[in-house]
Nanobody, 120 residues
């Protein structure tokens, strides 16, 4: 059974740091493109970052470039999102999803989400 389980969310001060994890089971993470998507209160889904399978090509939305880092640990079969210098506008529920398309409907598995609140 394929599962994605996020963890690491919480309350963080602006300028702090937080690392989100997405533990995958039932498949080999490195064989698939993986994406982080977020949803702020009252807003729709927003694509944040993705890492391709194989070469591991990485992309970010402009608003997080230079602050967030996506990575994966193949030995642990886990995807990460390192959030440095978060801003209040980064407050959202963060989801990891299997897939790399810009069409969220093509992602076949999603985690349950982890809440990130950026506030002083």
């Amino acid at each position: 059974e394929v599962q994605l389980v996020e963890s690491g969310g919480g309350l963080v001060q602006p300028g702090g740091s937080l690392r989100l994890s997405c533990a995958a089971s039932g498949f080999t993470l490195s064989n698939y493109a993986m994406t982080w998507v977020r949803q702020a209160p009252g807003w729709g889904l927003e694509w944040v970052s993705a890492i391709n399978s194989g070469s591991g090509r990485i992309t970010y939305t402009d608003s997080v470039k230079g602050r967030f880092t996506i990575s994966r640990d193949n030995a642990k079969n886990t995807l990460y999102l390192q959030m440095n210098s978060p801003k209040p506008e980064d407050t959202a529920v963060y989801y990891c999803a299997r897939g790399g398309s810009s069409d969220y409907g093509l992602y076949d598995y999603w985690g349950q989400g982890t809440q990130v609140t950026v506030s002083s």
